[in-house]
């Protein structure tokens, strides 16, 4: 899911609703007061967003820490 | 020995059985009780040679039930040594601990450049030669395979003033996850390159014994006055982005009147400062004229409103947490964000949230569950099976530089200046021989490495008589 710079790629997922594919767009990352901007996978057409595993067990995760003091 | 009130009067409440303290005066194990008297909690014990002592050990809010929480049973280092005389005597650790290891110290010198009023080591003076690269090498190897994946602490003495230092830290970085400098900062004050030099052998970060914001507490403690070479050191430190952590030696009437202005100096040199490691003075070691007078040291609660009420509304006694590691008495922390405008945001959330600091019965995180919850409840953040794992993973988190390079996307960028605005307020509450508790020995993640290959509980290391005999450490 990610290009040899690191960013994430909508690779060949459709969204399940809509029936078209994934691209990669903005989202908010909201979380306990801190929020900011990133592209991730998401439906043009119904703006479902899509986070990989990959992601949620890493860098997510490392923010919920940080927020959290987990 | 001068006591604090005896507990003795009525309002004494439930004394509690099977404690063991220390007799101060002998250091011989004796049978003892907390009792409790109005908002303080005394440890009570009778020696049959030296009589009867009453030693303070909590006096205020947070309550001590409230703070009080259900014990896990965490894994344990293995045992290194038998059980032949009895807890404290047979460290370590012997088969009674109970707890892992988060922190081995590791005194690599007896020699030191100060010779302070109040040293807990007894530091200072000539002393024999250090051992050298290859026999703290070895040592180290030894560590690593006692206590598993700690914080190694480098310590002394000085231990600025061992010559091969940054080849110790280098050996040190490729065993254990971070490395730790305890030092009064004098040579990094002094040196133009040291500071650059320890951050390029993998130094995590630097302890900086940092007693006030003004000199005549230096000139008390430390025998003269040191602030400039101490702020010096901290700018030497951010030249070369090495994270530092101010930490107070607090000594009631000295400098406990000067914790608001050192939260706000910290906060002002943050982030190179990454918080406060608040140190209430023990009667251990080289201590102050009068030494055994009870008004000299304080308590963990003491403390933590002390620094509450000083803060001017930053900090408040709510953001506190027990610790999830070592026993409830012996710390407190918090952690914030600070904001671009100069407010803390304490981490974890608010009190509706459920992972609050504050007493949540209901808690999703609770113990309550597992293992029951203490009578009264207790504050949240309960021992968990792994509490030295967890407590290593939180010190790097917070007082780890941020990694500035390999920013590829905007959690990279967010993690980076959200580490940046990360503060902690952190306070360790060290036993003597007026206040010890063998239960809290017994559950002690932070050791001393003592040659020939044992592992000392850092209380039990530095304990020394009221007449300073020590109970282990070696002249």
Redesign the interface.
Known sequence: MKNE????QPGGWICANCGVPLELLPAD?IY???S????LPRCPACGVTFIPQE?AEG??L??E?????? | MKTRPAATAPGVLRPIPERQSLCPVCLKTLPAELVRRKDSVFLLRNCPEHGEFSGLIWKGEPDFDAWTRPRDTPPRLPAATTSARGCPNDCGPCPEHRQRACTVLFEITRRCNLNCPVCFASSGGARANDPDAEDIGQRLHRIRSLAGEVVLQFSGGEPTLHPDLPELIRRARALFPAVQLNTNGVLLGQDADLARILVDSGLSWVFLQFDGTQDDIYVKLRGRPLLDVKLEAIRRCREAGLPVVLVPTLAAGVNDKDLGNLLRLGLALSPTVRGLHLQPMTLSGRNLPGRENPDLYLTLPETLQAICAQSEGLVRPEHA?APCCEHERCSFHF?Y?KTPSGRL?P???TEDEC?SPRFAPDACCSSAGEGGRAEGGSYADPAGADGARRAV??VR??WERGETTGV????????AK??SE?FSITCMAFQDCRNVELERLRGCCVFVYAHPDRLIPFCAYNMTSLDGTPLHRTA
């Open positions: 710079s690191g960013e994430i990352a306990m007061g801190s900011f901007q990133v592209d992601l860098k997510m490392e923010v820490k940080l927020l959290e003091d987990k | 947490f952690r964000r945001l981490l974890r959330g992972c993973e939180a988190r917070a590829s996307d905007a959690f990279d960028a967010f993690i959200a580490r990360i």
